[in-house]
């Protein structure tokens, strides 16, 4: 399946996948053990525990989607729009801010969250420490008193990387399914 390489005009491109990791060698269950263990991070809470699993060289993207027309060759996703354009410095102070500041209106009080991630699909890039890896996640939102829940799925382009033994998110494409989104804010991370 061919891969459009770039993320925005100036973000270096996803690097093109190669072998397939085989689902339960012992490097799919690590990459798999470090979404599972990311999910709970980011549910519980714990930002800055959470910026520790964070390359800081990171991307963190998430595309505009528009609605076009079965015609329009055009992808339907526009990289030069954002609902978020971060990196490693803006990503920490987000979360210091979602942690330890209690102006944070969109927070007050604070969302409840599950994300349940799956179709995870992982393989070697030409960087033998690099491993681009595609993921499905929805995001459950319920806040105060509410009975409902607002709902965000996205497919994740990743890259994750070994440093000093350990996988860290390097890079990360969120295309959110909705074109318009069916929650008040995104504050969350993906």
């Known amino acids: 399946m061919p891969q459009e390489q770039t993320l925005r005009p100036d973000a270096p491109a996803i690097p093109p996948m190669g ?3 085989r689902y339960g060698s012992p ?21 800055l525990e959470w910026i520790e699993t964070l390359t800081v060289d990171l991307l963190y993207t998430a595309p505009m989607r528009v609605t076009r027309m079965n015609e329009d060759p055009v992808s339907d996703i526009v990289r030069t729009v954002q609902h978020f354009d971060d990196n490693y410095t803006t990503i920490r102070l987000r979360a210091r801010r979602l942690s330890e500041s209690r102006n944070v209106w969109a927070e007050n009080p604070r969302a409840r969250t599950r994300r349940f991630v799956s179709n ?7 960087k033998l420490d690099e491993f681009a890896v595609v993921s499905y996640v929805l995001l459950m939102r319920n806040k105060a008193e509410s009975p409902n829940y607002t709902f965000v799925t996205a497919r994740r382009n990743d890259v994750l990387r070994l440093v ?24 969350t991370f993906l």
Do not use: C, W
């Open 164 to 187: 000093d033994g350990k996988l860290k998110l390097a890079q990360r494409e969120s295309i959110i399914d909705m074109s318009v989104l069916g929650v008040p804010h995104l504050v």
């Open 120 to 126: 995870v699909s992982a393989h070697y890039t030409a």
């Open 27 to 47: 490097r799919y269950n690590e990459i798999a053990e470090f979404y599972i263990e990311e999910a709970l991070l980011l549910d519980d809470n714990r930002l």
């Open 19 to 21: 072998e397939k990791i």
